[in-house]
């Protein structure tokens, strides 16, 4: 029997009807019902979108709103070092990223000469602060943090060379033990007149600690500095940097002048006399540090 083409129109149309409800079928079941009731916990809790609140990062103060608020204050870039040892040393006693190879120490020393910078005394800045004694134009601090023996070896000859004052800070109880300075060396040191040995607690210990640890450890230290003639100046640093509100008030109960953390800035002022901050220097020239 031959199929008429009014008979293909048909069955064409017959199976695109069939397929239509197919497929709308299929995805009327995937909806969810329109008239679903709202749960208790809905009709109750109606949950806020939400908000997002952009906190601005704080501004730096400049040196103008400094003065004002802290003042009197003057920009001395405070150079912190650690070892001063021979680099391949360093990286066999895996001190790399606390050392200054001899070398550079001297081009350091160099460049700050060279720029017209004036090395000065921690007693420059005490004076600076109590009665307002001009700095010299450019003025410097350089600091050793923790009394190694290379200091003896290494730094203090440079430092004679150059004819330059440094501070370094001293945990008391570390002193005679291996790696080191000495009693003997350190009082050698001293009468040079170039270096000032100042407190840096007896045994190394964080002042992020109990009332009693921290005073046993600053009053210690303090006690064996100056039986040895050390430390008039009254001079601090924090271990680890991490001063805290306890210790400051012990500094300043012991009438301490000075006390150094090892928060980056190179601007000291006077109503910040016991949280001032360095400038960590490592193994490459000066010029990194923005000197």
Same mark, same amino acid.
């Given at each position: 029997?031959?199929? &008429? $083409?009014?008979?293909?129109?048909?069955?064409?149309?017959?199976?695109? @009807?069939?397929? =239509?409800?197919? %497929? =709308?079928?299929?995805?009327?079941? &995937?909806?969810?019902?329109?008239?679903?009731?709202?749960?208790?916990? #809905?009709?109750?809790?109606?949950?806020?979108?939400? !908000?997002? !609140?952009? !906190?601005?990062?704080?501004?730096?103060?400049?040196?103008?709103?400094?003065?004002?608020?802290?003042? $009197?204050? *003057?920009?001395?870039?405070?150079?912190?070092?650690?070892?001063?040892? #021979?680099?391949?040393?360093?990286?066999?006693?895996?001190?790399?990223?606390?050392?200054?190879?001899?070398?550079?120490?001297?081009?350091?020393?160099?460049?700050l000469k060279d720029r017209g910078y004036k090395v000065i005394a921690m007693k420059d800045v005490i004076d600076f602060f109590a009665s307002g004694t001009p700095l010299p134009i450019k003025p410097a601090l350089l600091t050793f943090d923790d009394g190694y023996e290379d200091f003896y070896f290494h730094a203090f000859p440079i430092l004679k060379e150059f004819n330059y004052p440094a501070t370094l800070f001293l945990p008391?109880?570390?002193? #005679?033990?291996?790696?080191?300075?000495?009693?003997?060396? %350190?009082?050698? %040191?001293?009468?040079?007149?170039? @270096?000032?040995? *100042?407190?840096?607690?007896?045994?190394?210990?964080?002042?992020?600690? /109990?009332?009693?640890?921290?005073?046993?450890?600053?009053?210690?230290?303090? &006690?064996?500095?100056?039986?040895?003639?050390?430390?008039?100046?009254? @001079? =601090?640093?924090?271990? +680890?940097?991490?001063?805290?509100?306890?210790?400051?008030?012990?500094?300043?109960?012991?009438? +301490?002048?000075?006390? =150094?953390?090892?928060?980056?800035?190179?601007?000291?002022?006077?109503?910040?006399?016991?949280?001032?901050?360095?400038?960590?220097?490592? /193994?490459? $020239?000066?010029? @990194?540090?923005?000197?």
């Amino acid at each position: 029997m031959r199929i &008429k $083409p009014i008979q293909i129109l048909i069955l064409f149309f017959a199976l695109l @009807v069939v397929g =239509f409800i197919t %497929i =709308f079928t299929v995805l009327k079941g &995937k909806e969810k019902p329109a008239n679903k009731e709202k749960s208790s916990f #809905d009709e109750n809790h109606n949950t806020p979108a939400p !908000t997002i !609140t952009l !906190t601005p990062t704080p501004k730096p103060l400049t040196f103008s709103e400094m003065n004002q608020r802290y003042g $009197p204050c *003057a920009i001395v870039p405070t150079l912190m070092y650690h070892h001063i040892q #021979d680099e391949k040393n360093a990286k066999k006693l895996g001190q790399s990223n606390l050392s200054v190879d001899p070398q550079v120490f001297r081009e350091h020393l160099t460049y700050l000469k060279d720029r017209g910078y004036k090395v000065i005394a921690m007693k420059d800045v005490i004076d600076f602060f109590a009665s307002g004694t001009p700095l010299p134009i450019k003025p410097a601090l350089l600091t050793f943090d923790d009394g190694y023996e290379d200091f003896y070896f290494h730094a203090f000859p440079i430092l004679k060379e150059f004819n330059y004052p440094a501070t370094l800070f001293l945990p008391t109880g570390l002193v #005679d033990n291996s790696g080191y300075l000495l009693w003997v060396e %350190i009082t050698e %040191i001293s009468n040079s007149g170039l @270096v000032l040995f *100042a407190n840096h607690t007896w045994s190394h210990q964080s002042t992020v600690s /109990n009332k009693e640890v921290v005073e046993k450890e600053i009053s210690l230290a303090d &006690k064996q500095l100056l039986d040895r003639g050390l430390n008039k100046e009254k @001079v =601090f640093a924090y271990p +680890y940097g991490s001063e805290s509100q306890l210790a400051e008030n012990y500094l300043r109960s012991l009438n +301490y002048n000075l006390a =150094f953390t090892t928060h980056i800035g190179n601007t000291l002022c006077k109503k910040l006399n016991l949280s001032l901050p360095r400038i960590r220097i490592g /193994n490459v $020239p000066l010029s @990194v540090f923005g000197l």
